[in-house]
């Protein structure tokens, strides 16, 4: 039952098949061969109720404050101010490119979005000044990552939905982690030009006067960041309610740049249906398999399995740890995670670990995956933007940033206070 | 026979101490080994509260237990198995489910498909406050998150505004003043940590009190033997409904003297501020009940809901619904 | 078969466009009730109404993000075949998106006519009669698996005749951003 649920998922989707349509299949097949219950029977009134939710319409809203953000011209500015203020540092504009990936996905739930709206901005620059493209490019790519760690986050909502964990905790609990990360980021990168200088670029400095007046041009993203997270916080307004709130803002933001055209608002309409349908079918899919999952009694069979093994819960988080990395290096992120959830979590909580603590655990890992080939959607979209030069010096470049994480998981797993400290203390 | 069996909530008392030994243990124990059972609950196959009954009827399995509230959409009469307010102790709960008993097979006979086996008991959905309160009126203007719609309708009479949020995050809402009351069961406010983020208790059944029926798919049903009809019936009925009817009224009050500091308590003991409800109290809730939220009902079921159940449950309790 | 898939092409995106507006009047919506809280004018029932409009608005979209090649596919194996070969993949894939999509329709439809049968409204003091929003989105899927099973033919077809390029451009896998 186990191997055909594992060996089934890899095989199916080693063919190519829509990630979404795999985990009905899969659903299927263990209904067909191993459950008690016609299951299938209730398929419609589990696809019915999965999708009535309006804890999930939170995905398609920030999706849409994302579309509008990307087409308001905010993020240029963003970009010289930001340069302004870090690329004085060993390693010159790719600190830029960090600190503006951290502030973008505090206002974006998605990483590739964050990683594409950063790339189109600081690639024109890399080229200009004649930066070593590899470390570049790769740091845009992981900066990019940080936008489903730092809220709102598009796949912290869906593993909170899947998991029945708070979301506004779990974005509590993703905010310190995230930020050490960017820090971590850019200690990385400096240590690295500074033994290297020929890695990095020439060093900007900026006048004190420059980097002032540029304070007014993040003011639209931290404002937003402010609004979004701060209602959440305190309490004011559920993540659905922030969302539409950071939606009216975007367009606030756009409006300012005078972006707003009919044209705009369809793309952007378009633009988020598409996500929202992409992400909601895996969703819908990963709820089934779970249904499945839970009532022909895989995941009971799991945790027996595992249990019978005697291993210490470290030692099981451990070689969980290793899996979604190996996963990682093929399976994208979202995927990933949705096709995972409901044969891990169940096992992870029965080790007796903090559910909120493990999903900032999951999406460092899928993070991670975000830019470790042949499979590492940031990697592909920096070189889309990219449009010159190998595919290697993205995925060169992204390796000393993959290493951080890891390194940032073991602290992690060394110091769970780092994502609990805020939901437990607020 | 080996039955595929739907639980209600997994972590609540009513799983662990009476569904789970029920199916796991005393049915097989009763049955020789003859009669089995696959057992799991809704919660942890991800389904809908809502969708177990609908479920059932379609054979996806063969019993079902669930909060009789929960599938109201399907049958706004069966709200009239648990009006809040009117059963203020457990023996007089039993008798107004006991009443309802006949409304209940027919409604699940016609619209699931299915047969009642018995009806369990939550404990009573009491009020836990971040707010000063002394009596029933003082809810009004207060925000509060309850479930069920007839609470809910209770709720907007009395002048308050009714809130729906997850279980999960009532603490963080009570504690930001997001909803000054919420409504569940003594011992899940008390286990789930409510007391931190409240000061005033007011152990009323304002959100009734939740019986969760326990009902099996017809067409299974009539496939059983008779003698296997008769010992299932028999063992749900001893083993299963008389325990959990027992075990309620005890509950609460162990509940109410935990959560106030008061009396007898096996944990420890916290310090919310207790509030009696005064008689006057009950004759307001029984006058809304009767001039608007009952009525309003009786049409919201139409057929003849509203008779059968003045015949009934109006009987033993002695509420009568104006008709016209 | 060219026009029939530029139909489907240019319906979906002009499907797309009304579900995304059904999105934005929920977000007015939900403002709306932001704004109106403090007045205690709260309309009540807001998280219901979103709760369908992302039902409808999901199962409307997948056939949008269905023709625009947005179901996300793992390409490790397949990308490293030659284009005849791919082409097989991409008929593997949209015929067992197309199985899966009539299924969920065909499996969508006693959830409707249950509701139809038992007059059901939600439970909550809005008491919305569901087939109302049920309609809706039974009626996306329904659309879905029409969309897939069309685009099934036509690939099935393309690659009998040896058109690996066109299953390419109905049935391939974009460049994602
Ligand atoms: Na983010
Ligand atoms: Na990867």
Not at chain 1, 41 to 54: D, H, P, T, Y
Request: net charge negative; with cysteine; aromatic share 8%.
């Amino acid at each position: 039952m186990i191997l055909f649920t594992s060996g089934g998922l890899l095989a199916l989707l080693a063919l190519s098949i829509p990630v979404g349509v795999v985990l009905f299949l899969l659903a299927f097949g263990l209904d067909a061969f191993f459950s008690p219950f016609p299951l299938m029977r209730g398929l419609g009134q589990i696809v019915w109720s999965s999708s009535n939710s309006a804890t999930l319409i939170a995905i398609p809203f920030f999706v849409l404050l994302g579309q509008i953000l990307v087409r308001s011209g905010v993020a240029q500015k963003t970009y010289s101010a930001l340069e302004a203020w870090f690329s004085w540092l060993p390693g010159g504009l790719i600190h830029a490119n960090i600190a503006t990936a951290t502030l973008f996905s505090a206002t974006s739930g998605s990483s590739v979005a964050t990683a594409a709206t950063v790339a189109s901005v600081a690639t024109p620059q890399a080229d200009r000044l004649g930066y070593d493209p590899k470390l570049f490019s790769g740091a845009i790519a992981a900066g990019g990552t940080l936008g489903i760690m730092i809220p709102p986050s598009i796949n912290l909502i869906v593993y909170g939905f899947l998991t029945e964990t708070s979301i506004p905790q779990l974005f509590l609990a993703g905010l310190i982690p995230g930020l050490l990360l960017a820090v971590l980021f850019m200690i990385v990168t400096a240590v690295i030009c500074a033994l290297k200088p020929s890695l990095g670029g020439p060093g900007v400095s900026a006048t004190w006067q420059r980097r002032i007046t540029g304070l007014a041009d993040l003011i639209p993203l931290l404002g937003l960041f402010g609004t979004i997270v701060g209602t959440i916080y305190a309490g004011w307004a559920t993540p659905t309610e922030a969302a539409a709130v950071g939606v009216a803002m975007a367009f606030a933001i756009a409006a300012t740049q005078k972006a707003i055209t009919r044209q705009m608002l369809i793309e952007s309409l378009k633009g988020t249906v598409k996500t929202t349908a992409m992400i909601m079918l895996v969703v819908i899919g990963a709820y089934v398999l779970n249904f499945v999952l839970t009532a022909a009694g895989v995941s009971r069979a799991l945790q027996d399995f595992l249990q019978g093994l005697g291993w210490s819960p470290l030692a099981m988080l451990l070689v969980i740890v290793l899996i979604y990395i190996v996963l990682g290096f093929f399976i994208e992120t979202l995927s990933l995670m949705v096709a995972t959830i409901p044969i891990v979590v169940p096992i992870v909580v029965g080790l007796g670990y903090d559910p909120l603590w493990f999903g900032i655990l999951m999406i460092l890992l899928v993070e991670m995956a975000l830019i470790t080939p042949p499979v590492g959607l940031n990697l592909y979209v920096v070189q889309g933007v990219r449009k010159s030069g190998p595919f290697t010096d993205v995925m060169i470049g992204a390796i000393p940033y993959a290493i951080t994480m890891l390194v940032m998981a073991g602290l992690l797993i060394l110091f769970p206070a780092i994502a609990l400290y805020l939901p437990t203390h607020l | 026979e080996e039955l595929s069996v739907v639980g209600s909530w997994s972590g609540l008392p009513l799983h662990k101490q009476f569904e789970k030994p029920f199916w796991d243990e005393k049915m097989p124990a009763a049955s020789d080994g003859g009669i089995t059972a696959n057992l799991t609950t809704h919660d942890q196959m991800g389904i809908n509260g809502g969708d177990v009954f609908r479920m059932l009827g379609q054979g996806v399995f063969d019993v079902g237990m669930t909060v009789a509230d929960y599938a109201v959409s399907d049958a706004p009469a069966l709200e009239g198995l648990d009006v809040p307010l009117i059963a203020t102790d457990a023996d007089s709960a039993l008798a107004m489910v006991e009443a309802a008993r006949p409304l209940i097979d027919d409604i699940f006979m016609d619209v699931f498909n299915a047969k009642v086996l018995g009806v369990a008991p939550y404990p009573p959905q009491v009020v836990f406050c971040n707010a000063e309160i002394a009596a029933l009126e003082d809810l009004k203007g207060k925000k509060i998150r309850a479930s069920g719609r007839m609470t809910g309708k209770l709720l907007e009479a009395l002048g308050a505004e009714a809130v729906s949020i997850s279980f999960g995050e009532v603490t963080g809402a009570l504690q930001k003043g997001v909803v000054d009351c919420a409504v569940t069961g003594a011992g899940s406010g008390y286990s789930a940590g409510w007391w931190e983020v409240s000061t005033h208790l007011m152990p009323i059944p304002l959100g009734g009190w939740d019986p969760v029926v326990t009902a099996m798919n017809l067409d299974r049903w009539n496939s059983l033997s008779a003698a296997d009809q008769a010992l299932i019936q028999e063992a749900v009925e001893a083993e299963l409904k008389a325990p959990a009817w027992e075990m309620a009224q005890n509950a609460l009050e162990t509940d109410i003297a935990c959560l106030t500091g008061n009396g007898d308590c096996p944990g420890e003991k916290r310090g919310m501020t207790l509030v009696e409800a005064s008689e006057a109290d009950f004759d307001t809730a029984r006058e809304l009940l009767v001039s608007e939220v009952l009525p309003d009902w009786a049409s919201r079921s139409g057929g003849d809901w509203g008779q059968r159940w003045n015949d009934t449950v109006g009987e033993v309790t002695g509420v009568q619904i104006p008709l016209n | 078969m060219k026009a029939l898939l530029s139909f489907l092409q240019r319906a979906n995106e002009r499907l797309a466009v009304a579900a995304g507006l059904l999105l934005l009047v929920s977000v007015t919506v939900t403002l709306f009730d932001i704004v109106t809280r403090p007045f205690g004018l709260s309309l009540g029932g807001t998280d219901e109404l979103s709760g369908y409009a992302m039902a409808i608005a999901t199962s409307w979209g997948v056939s949008y993000a269905l023709t625009s090649l947005a179901h996300v596919r793992i390409d490790l194996v397949r990308t490293r075949c030659s284009s005849r070969l791919q082409a097989l993949f991409d008929m593997v894939a949209i015929l067992s998106l197309a199985g899966v999509a009539t299924i969920i329709a065909y499996r969508g439809w006693p959830v409707l006519s249950k509701t139809i049968e038992t007059n059901a409204t939600a439970n909550t003091t809005l008491e919305t009669p569901l087939w109302i929003p049920q309609s809706l989105w039974f009626a996306g899927w329904v659309w879905f698996a029409l969309s897939a099973l069309v685009l099934a033919v036509c690939v099935v077809v393309f690659v009998a005749s040896g058109k690996s390029e066109e299953v390419q451009d109905v049935a391939g896998m974009r460049g994602e951003v």
